[in-house]
T-cell receptor, first 112, second 111 residues
Framework: ETGVTQTPRHLVMGMTNKKSLKCEQHLGHNAMYWYKQSAKKPLELMFVYNFKEQTENNSVPSRFSPECPNSSHLFLHLHTLQPEDSALYLC???????????FGNGTRLTVT | AQSVTQPDIHITVSEGASLELRCNYSYGATPYLFWYVQSPGQGLQLLLKYFSGDTLVQGIKGFEAEFKRSQSSFNLRKPSVHWSDAAEYFCAVGRDYKLSFGAGTTVTVRA
């Protein structure tokens, strides 16, 4: 139990599908993040939410749509994705001050 | 701009041997530095962090790292590797909520 839970663990979707990734944290943190991890590339920060407000959108295409209904839950809504969007999507949370990131186990996404 | 370079893509080490993973960073101010480890199918787990003070920091699982400002480096070390240390290791630099990660070093442990 990492304290940050992501579902589903694996997802295969076609380019015309609509799906959502879910992240839930039980650590009492106020900040939540989405990262994209592609093979042999640095983690790419996608979105940051602080106290449910989006504070960072790192030039992410609009086919990725985040939602943060409360400080414990974070979603990533997906639609009309491209094959190059296939990757491991990691959710993380963070407390106040200089506390480090806590990661979930990720969702392995394959776009066919 | 901040960035991290991990020069070694893949390292193979014998069980019981020592391990050193290199990390070089670029950062405009005093950096916060982190090492994370990722086992297959898992998320990233924090091994250790450096904010200030003693430049040699101890982490979990017997790992340590040394901050060298003059070399802009934060290398990770372990004196004696166990088979369970086979994983991917990421160095990260940044402050507040913005971390930049390196591309990672994959460690293979042979018997």
């Amino acid at each position: 139990e990492t304290g940050v839970t992501q579902t589903p663990r694996h997802l295969v979707m076609g380019m015309t599908n609509k799906k959502s990734l879910k992240c839930e944290q039980h650590l009492g943190h106020n900040a939540m993040y989405w990262y994209k991890q592609s093979a042999k590339k640095p983690l790419e920060l996608m979105f940051v939410y602080n106290f449910k407000e989006q504070t960072e959108n790192n030039s992410v295409p609009s086919r990725f749509s985040p939602e943060c209904p409360n400080s414990s839950h974070l979603f990533l809504h997906l639609h009309t994705l491209q094959p190059e969007d296939s990757a491991l999507y990691l959710c993380a949370s963070r407390g106040t001050g200089d506390s480090p990131l806590h990661f979930g186990n990720g969702t392995r996404l394959t776009v066919t | 701009a901040q960035s991290v370079t991990q020069p070694d893509i893949h390292i193979t080490v014998s069980e019981g041997a020592s391990l050193e993973l290199r990390c070089n960073y670029s950062y405009g101010a005093t950096p916060y530095l982190f090492w994370y480890v990722q086992s297959p199918g898992q998320g990233l787990q924090l091994l250790l962090k450096y904010f200030s003070g003693d430049t040699l920091v101890q982490g979990i699982k017997g790992f340590e790292a040394e901050f060298k400002r003059s070399q802009s480096s934060f290398n990770l070390r372990k004196p004696s590797v166990h088979w369970s240390d086979a994983a991917e290791y990421f160095c990260a630099v940044g402050r507040d909520y913005k971390l930049s990660f390196g591309a990672g070093t994959t460690v293979t442990v042979r018997a």
